[in-house]
């Protein structure tokens, strides 16, 4: 190849490196361990420079006794709400243990609370009769609201959440029964990570991504004691509206928010803001 051909090479490739939308810029993605992967790879894929500190870590709830009791009495449940992947492996994992083909359920309307939950009860060979048009706890309970009178409603979902589904359909008439399936907990080393991430102007993330209420509140537990200054000029991108108004609380802005609440959706907000900073 000539040096001229080479030369026209090498401003291609920097042309369409460039052309990233989100070159040159650093996220931080504060999703556990397991399930950062996703939202990384969609960031790397527009350009950005990923770091990885989750502040929740997945773990099973103190008991089982109550989840393992209502799959044993399934046939006496009408539907089934899945809020969370992580639900779905428990549910899975548990009917493993208990001898119980997962596609037992299958008598069971299930709602989904998202695309990503859904895929993953699809996945496990289990129909998905309900999908809300939002992905969040509200719009549950909206789709549901008709549908459940005189039913028998199995939730199975984190350790610590909103109670919006459960007091909601029971004032629409349904027998709830309310499951933990596993909670979340700070991982012990990610203060030191964040300390030293955030101390260091050259490393500093010029974005922070949150993918739910646990991942801002516990963002901010593991702040606490760090410079406020190293805050400064750094944006917020929140998955959606529930998430949003926790950080809110937590005292922090929100400088950009998933339009849809996906993992999908938070990399396209990000987008629209870098492009918006950058006009």
């Known amino acids: 190849m000539s040096s001229n051909a080479k030369s026209r090479s ?20 504060t999703r556990t361990r397991k399930q950062a992967g996703t939202l990384s790879a969609l960031l ?27 799959l044993r009495q399934h046939e006496g449940f009408d539907w089934l709400i899945l809020t969370s992947v992580n639900g779905v492996e428990a549910l ?13 359920l299958n008598h069971l309307k299930i709602a989904a609370i998202g695309p990503a939950t859904r895929k993953a ?34 939730l199975v979902r984190a350790a610590v959440a ?23 907990v700070v991982p ?7 300390q030293e991430l955030f101390s260091n102007p050259q490393q500093r993330p010029h974005v922070v991504t949150f993918t739910s209420s646990s991942t801002a509140c516990n963002f901010h537990g593991l702040m606490r004691g760090i ?13 959606g509206p529930v998430t949003s108004s926790t950080l809110r609380q937590c005292g922090y ?5 998933a339009r849809e609440y996906t993992m999908a959706g938070l990399v396209k907000a990000i987008v629209r803001w870098r492009q918006r900073a950058s006009s």
């Open 162 to 184: 909103r109670d919006v589904i459960p007091r909601q359909l029971k004032k629409a008439g349904a027998e709830v029964t309310v499951t933990e399936a596993y909670r979340t």
């Open 253 to 257: 802005g929100v400088d950009t928010q």
């Open 44 to 70: 790397r894929q527009q350009g950005a420079t990923v770091r990885e500190i989750p502040t929740i870590e997945i773990r099973p709830p103190q008991s089982w006794s109550k989840l393992d009791e209502a």
């Open 92 to 104: 899975a994992a548990r009917c493993r243990k208990l001898r119980l083909p997962v596609g037992t």
């Open 188 to 194: 012990a080393s990610s203060r030191r990570k964040l």
């Open 121 to 154: 009860i699809e996945e496990r060979g289990l129909n998905v009769d309900t999908v809300p048009s939002e992905y969040v706890a509200e719009a549950v309970v909206e789709k549901l609201r008709p549908k459940v009178k005189g039913q028998r409603v199995l």
């Open 227 to 239: 410079r406020k200054e190293y805050m400064r000029g750094v944006a917020t991108a929140s998955v």
């Open 10 to 29: 090498g401003n291609q490739i920097r042309l369409r490196t460039t052309a990233l939308p989100l070159a040159g810029l650093r996220v931080l993605v």
